[in-house]
């Protein structure tokens, strides 16, 4: 038997995912493989390292910018949304 979901919100929209899996892994289990650009160019950037050794994977989580999605395990109704760049906000 598997662990029961919990609601997070991505971008807006509610997604169930399972509890304790990465930001990333909740983020991919969404189709999204890209969720930040760069600053300079807009390149889209998503999962890269996967241990937090790079910034490709920011986030802002519950308005906290700049969080590394591989290091943060989701919790029920997190909302978590894509940004562009990093930001000093």
């Known amino acids: 038997m598997s662990d029961p979901l919990c609601t997070v919100v991505i971008d807006g929209r509610p997604v169930q995912v399972s509890p304790g899996m990465s930001v990333a892994a ?17 390149a889209p950037r998503g ?7 790079c910034f490709d994977c920011l986030v802002m989580l519950n308005g906290e910018p700049n969080v590394r999605a591989c290091l943060v395990t989701v919790e029920p109704g997190d909302a978590i949304t894509t940004q562009g760049g990093a930001t000093n906000d």
């Open 26 to 42: 909740a983020m991919m289990s969404t189709g999204l493989r890209a969720w930040r650009t760069t600053r300079h160019g807009q």
């Open 47 to 53: 999962l890269f390292c996967g241990i937090g050794a």
